[in-house]
């Protein structure tokens, strides 16, 4: 009971720093990957605006079907995992253009987790680029499963999607 109600209070501090539009701090279990694009916060965060653009670069692996990089907005997407297509997403709780985007994910069915994770995209300004960062984090709201769930995560994630957005920014 304990952890739901420490759950109960972050989730009241991200809702609070939605309607602020504050950057989102990231959790202490989280997957990070990074890469330094040759173009400034304005132009990376071009590829943000439209769901053509996002799909060049974040499509791979997994399917966007709705994506609205608003405060409140709404993020769904799809993967196939063993010719079984799963839906996942939620909802968009820091957005700050050309800094970062942050929002809730849950799994829909049988994968869905006691309570959603977290994405965050940011962008900073680094030297004569851009240092472009995805977080995936949350994983200690898994209680004694963290540490399974975090290196299930780790082991499956690569940097494909910031190394597309590095080619499409940069050609």
């Not at 694009?37 to 079907?65: D, Q, Y």
Request: charged residues 25%; hydrophobic residues 40%; contains cysteine.
């Amino acid at each position: 009971m304990r952890s739901l109600q420490r759950y109960d209070r972050r989730a009241a501090t991200y809702a609070e720093k939605a309607r602020t539009n504050m950057p989102l701090q990231l959790s202490h279990l989280f997957v990070r990957r990074s890469a330094f694009i040759a173009a400034t916060p304005s132009r990376v965060w071009k590829e943000f605006e439209s769901m053509e653009r996002l799909c060049g670069w974040l499509n791979l692996g997994h399917h966007i079907e709705v994506f609205e990089p608003r405060l409140g907005g709404t993020v769904r997407m799809q993967v196939t995992i063993d010719g079984v297509v799963h839906h996942f997403g939620g909802t968009v709780l820091a957005c700050e253009p050309e800094h970062e985007l942050s929002f809730t994910s849950q799994w829909d069915g049988v994968f869905a987790w006691p309570q959603p994770t977290l994405w965050t995209i940011r962008l900073t300004a680094f030297y004569d680029g851009t240092r472009a960062e995805i977080f995936h984090h949350g994983f200690e709201r898994f209680g004694a499963d963290a540490g399974a769930q975090l290196e299930s995560y780790e082991s499956g994630w690569d940097n494909k999607h910031l190394i597309a957005l590095r080619r499409i920014v940069e050609n």
